[in-house]
């Protein structure tokens, strides 16, 4: 069965950094699009940044400069990095993959606060 697990959520103060992982199984992972989606509390799903299988990756406005997406196909792990983190950037986290097929995370917490 494919399978995506996000890991490296948690609390942070305002100002710091973390690093979600996501780890792939069960899926042709170099032949995928990734993507992070991110939904705060009362607000809809949002894509927060993607990397595509040509390469291209983009970024939602609201990161742009602070979020850097990346992917390592020789572990099937695409990774968020999240520096500089605010209080606005507070939500659940998903882990999305495409290509033809789709496949989501469970979704993990970035809570941002002090």
């Known amino acids: ?34 993507a992070w989606y991110r939904q705060a509390p009362g ?9 595509y299988v040509n390469g291209i990756k983009k970024y939602a406005d609201s990161v742009e400069g602070r979020f850097t997406i990346s992917r390592d196909n020789a572990k099937n792990t695409v990774y968020l990095q999240m520096n500089s983190l605010k209080p606005e950037d507070t939500a659940v986290y998903y882990c999305k993959g495409w290509s033809g097929w789709e496949l989501w995370g469970q979704g993990i917490q970035v809570t941002v606060s002090s």
């Open 1 to 34: 069965q494919g399978r995506l697990v996000e890991s490296g959520g948690g609390v942070v103060q305002p100002g710091e950094s973390l690093r979600l992982s996501c780890a792939a199984s069960g899926i042709s992972f170099s032949f995928a699009h990734m």
């Open 43 to 51: 607000k809809e799903r949002e894509l927060v940044a993607g990397i």
